[in-house]
């Protein structure tokens, strides 16, 4: 009995020792599998980055992948489709080997035949287990989402599907990627993302006839073709066959820009949802590939024919020619006279391969849109560049083809009828304010032309030109913006009109000669400039032929720099950190400015010993408030001709208050000061 019952349990134990290992080992199983699910969706959703799916299936505004985008061809618009898991609107019905079929034959799940405008082609090259990863993530890393697709709106006979499988016949290579046995594991990596996943080629490989990319990789007779150039929506995708170092490379996948170039139009979208999420080794991959394709045929520069691009220089026809002076008012700003841009803020023009391509769309698109920078993880700011739609076509075409001729770097003419056909495709928004901004390039036209051109550049090279008279790093045109020709920035139109006239700071009359130097001993911290020489001749004939119709008791549009409410309390302590966040990046850290490594400035200091003294407008709280509100800072968004202003009154007294207080000069003649009048609440003394 005893022995039967301790078999009996014996059995029984060791029964529950065999359950309790099955179940242990059906949980670890268990866990396991989840693990692997949960590598999987993440694996997947770094491939979905790779291939930019958000980009077309993510309408503006949108939920996430629920399509609806609009997607405009030389057939007819298309709208993207609804890839989330929805079982009613989206692909959640779809099996492996459905979306398998779609993603590699452009065959949707109910048998009608996809459009390639849908990467199907370059798709087709991804490897099994990554189309399996891909698959995994859309099913299960994402929310479902109730959104019906929109049919399509082809023009016949583009409207017939059927036409698509004699396309697919005749162009499709539905076969994987096969790794050249001959290239290194980098390179294999690099040409898989591009060919595949990137679908680099949809934009930048010319179309056939029939809309067909002329060749789907760098291997045969029609490999040249690969990734050498095309226009898409008005832009050019330039040739992407080393373009540049693979460290210039990587690092403009990642952050949208590099010593070049800056990101623009559809590029900036690429670079935003994908590539600067992609990791290092992968960008690395990507750029090492495209510096092993040789030049192409249609891009400067030329195969066998290096440029010499000649950054820091000043181009010959600068002061000399409408499209240079043109170039010196609108653009000169932010690409700098020496075309080099400001570092991680500005790209330069010297060597831009927008400007270079023989096709010049993205810089006509650009020019007369605008654009801004795409905002990364490395440059989170965004910098915006006004479109110019306001200049006309004559205009645009000069100032164009000065900078493609500038710098070495080579560029083609840009014909007015070139710039009115892009303006008629794109039709741009005009800006209509009432203020008319003089133009440098007619001063040419004027019998003192060569004197004017001088009293220009004593604005605008101030520093440069007058050293004896300039004692700090400031010229002219730092408070007057684009030398005296933009509204609220304190512009020179019609200013002499007003002279002689009285000054309640110096308790007189005073003439223009008198206001000029005024700047000189205050602002620029320097010594008065003799009201005979040929440059004060020079400043003041330049100041009358701003004044155009203006008469004593005129008024001029844009005068100044406008009013802020005095009622309005600064508080420094905010002002201290808007300047870190929008000041600091043009004018340094400790106010001291941006300089290069020559030490030469390229914006000036807001305070310290190089910087305007306490005797100047802008060391008054509201002036330099007023003046901040209108123009300050450059490149926040699409205003003419900067981009300037855009903090609010409150942001503006803040951070007036911070920066006009700082150290600066002293002002020895203070004491004279408003001798009859009363004196400013906010001035310095």
């Known amino acids: 009995m005893r022995s039967s019952a301790r078999g009996r349990h014996v059995r029984r134990s060791i029964a529950g020792l065999v359950l309790m290992g099955a179940a242990f080992l059906a949980s670890t199983v268990s866990v396991w599998a989840a693990t692997a699910d949960a590598q999987t969706v993440e694996r997947g959703r770094y491939l979905a980055q790779a291939g930019d799916c958000v980009a077309c299936h993510t309408a503006e505004k949108g939920a996430a992948m629920a399509g609806g985008r609009a997607l405009d061809t030389p057939f007819g618009k298309l709208y993207s489709t609804n890839i989330t898991p929805d079982r009613e609107t989206g692909i959640g019905k779809y099996s492996f080997e459905q979306f398998d079929r779609a993603m590699r034959k452009g065959v949707a799940a109910d048998g009608h035949n996809l459009y390639p405008a849908m990467p199907y082609p370059s798709y087709a090259k991804m490897t099994a287990e990554d189309m399996r990863a891909l698959y995994t993530y859309l099913m299960q890393g994402l929310v479902p989402v109730k959104q019906t697709n929109r049919a399509s709106e ?57 809309f067909q990319e002329k060749a789907m990789g760098d291997a045969g007779p029609d490999g040249r073709h690969f990734l050498a150039g095309e226009t898409v929506e008005h832009w050019r995708a330039l040739s992407l066959r080393g373009l540049w170092t693979v460290e210039d490379t990587t690092l403009f996948l990642k952050t949208g820009q590099n010593r070049f170039a800056t990101a623009s139009g559809n590029m900036a979208d690429v670079i935003l949802h994908s590539t600067q999420h992609l990791k290092d080794e992968d960008l690395s991959a990507i750029a090492t590939y495209l510096k092993a394709l ?28 409408r499209g240079g002076l043109g170039y010196v008012q609108f653009c000169g700003d932010c690409h700098r006279q020496d075309g080099g841009g400001v570092p991680k803020v500005f790209p330069p023009l010297a060597g831009n391969p927008a400007v270079m391509a023989k096709e010049p769309a993205t810089l006509l698109h650009i020019v007369l849109t605008g654009g801004q920078t795409v905002p990364t993880a490395a440059h989170p700011r965004i910098f915006a560049m006004p479109g110019f739609a306001r200049l006309n076509d004559r205009e645009l075409a000069e100032i164009m083809t ?23 495709a794109l039709d741009p928004k005009i800006d209509t ?33 007058l050293p004896q008279n300039v004692g700090n790093a400031l010229n002219c045109t730092s408070c007057h913006l684009n030398a005296g020709t933009v509204a609220d920035g304190s512009p020179f139109v019609g200013v002499s009109a007003f002279f002689p006239s009285y000054a309640p700071r110096a308790g007189r009359v005073i003439t223009l000669e008198d206001r000029i130097n005024g700047c000189f001993r205050r602002s620029m911290n320097g ?27 005129g008024k001029v549009p844009g005068r100044g720099v406008g009013k802020i409410d005095r009622k309005l309390q600064p508080n420094p302590e905010n002002g201290k950190k808007i300047y870190a966040d929008q000041c600091a990046v043009c004018h340094g850290k400790d106010g001291e400015g941006l300089q290069k490594a020559d030490g030469r400035y390229v914006y000036p200091p807001l305070w310290g010993d190089a ?49 006009s207080h700082q150290p600066r000069p002293d002002f020895p003649d203070k004491v004279k000061d408003w001798p009859k009048d009363k004196k400013p609440a906010d001035a310095r003394y």
């Not at 040789?294 to 020619?321: D, I, M, N, T």
């Not at 000065?402 to 303006?423: D, L, P, T, Y």
């Not at 008065?528 to 032929?545: C, H, N, Q, R, T």
Request: aromatic share 10%; hydrophobic share 40%.
């Open 611 to 659: 910087s305007f003294n306490i005797g100047a407008g802008m060391a008054r709280t509201y002036t330099a408030a007023a003046f901040v509100k209108r123009n300050m800072p450059i490149g926040f968004h699409g205003k003419f001709p900067l981009g300037q202003g855009g903090l609010s009154d409150q942001e503006a007294v803040d951070v007036a208050e911070y920066f």
């Open 402 to 424: 000065f900078v493609r001729a500038s710098w070495g770097n080579g560029g083609a003419e840009v014909s007015a009828a070139q710039v009115n056909k892009m303006r008629a």
């Open 294 to 321: 040789p030049p192409g045929e249609h891009e400067l520069p030329a195969p066998g024919v290096p440029r010499q691009v000649v950054a820091g220089s000043l181009p010959e026809k600068l002061f000399s020619s």
């Open 433 to 465: 304010s009432t203020f008319e901004t003089p133009r440098l390039a007619d001063m040419l036209a004027s019998a003192n032309a060569q004197q004017l051109v001088r009293g220009m550049r004593l604005h605008l090279e101030t520093k440069d030109l």
């Open 527 to 553: 010594k008065p400039l003799p009201p005979e020489s040929p440059d004060m001749k020079a400043m003041v004939a330049y100041f009358d032929w701003m004044k155009r119709e203006t008469k004593p008791d």
């Open 154 to 210: 082809m023009h016949w006979p583009f409207s017939m599907r059927w036409g698509l499988s004699l396309w697919n016949w005749a162009f499709l290579d539905a076969t994987p990627f096969k790794p050249d046995p001959q290239k290194d594991a980098v390179w294999n990596r690099g040409a898989y993302l591009v060919q595949g996943l990137g679908h680099c080629g949809a934009c930048h490989t010319p179309r056939g006839l029939v």
